[in-house]
């Protein structure tokens, strides 16, 4: 290999730590999680409390929420923490926000696939969607609750009931499947966030990088089950938990830049796509003060990447549409 590959696809922490402590926009953000107390919620509010984009960091979940609170406020940041317990308190958590982060939701376990979380994340996501549509259509909605593919669509259709839906600020966090290399290597990947449907361009990696096609495939293969290596080798006791919560804070921080008025930021999100034939779609996105400012598209791809995208397809369709369904039909 030419480079060392990182199993649960690490994005880069250098870059994110330090714009993280030493910001040139200037933004007083209020930024809510809601699922704070969960396996990712809780050191995504840790990574989010040394942001000092932020001035308020609202922490929600049915448990837990305003002891995590009280410890995090201990921490010497800019952001004042407060907890939001259970959905009378909910209200009050997401109003007023800038950017609400929903990692709320049950874990994998070992056999079990993004998909088989649907039933409860479904109805999670669907309610805290109705909340922030109620109470602060205007924030930008990061989701990382599996199965994004359809949590993600859930999100939109509840949008669209409450006469609120902007497609620009609902937004699939998908950034850690991005990253090849531990502080070298980017690599857009494209499409959705489970299985087949995850689509390394290494084509298009920069630094360039070139593989014979038998290490391009194991590469691939490797990228598109890295999250199902982690929740193997916990053997029960948890998923992606740390660095889907680095990933969570790095994607919120890029928002927060361009709320701000940085140009050039961009990251690859799962969002309403006109680019292929599936309705929603993850590809490189440039991000502005109103969530989405250009979707910057495949661009030009290898014929095996193009049949990558094509063998995607049907189960991201698949998944689109149940979760469309969960809402049309609920």
Known sequence: MLFRIVSTRLIQNAKFISRSFSSTTKLNAKVTVCGASGGIGQPLSLLLKLNSRISHLALYDIVHSPGIAADLSHISTKAMVTGHLGPDQLRAAIEGSDVVVIPAGVPRKPGMTRDDLF????????DLADAVAQYSPKAIIC???NPVNSTVPIASEVFKKRGTYDPNRIFGVSTLDVELDVNQVNCPVVGGHSGVTIVPLISQCTPPVSFPQEDRD???KRI????TEVVEAKAGAGSATLSMAFAGARFTDSMLQALAGEEGIVECAFVRSDETEAKYFSTPLLL?????DKNLGLGKILDYELNLIKAAMPELKKNI?????FILKG
């Open 288 to 292: 502005g003060k109103n969530g989405l």
């Open 218 to 220: 194991k590469l691939t």
């Open 224 to 227: 598109q089950n890295a999250g």
């Open 143 to 145: 989701i990382i609750s």
């Open 119 to 126: 039933n409860t994340n479904a109805t999670i996501v669907r």
């Open 321 to 325: 549409q149940k979760g469309e369904d």
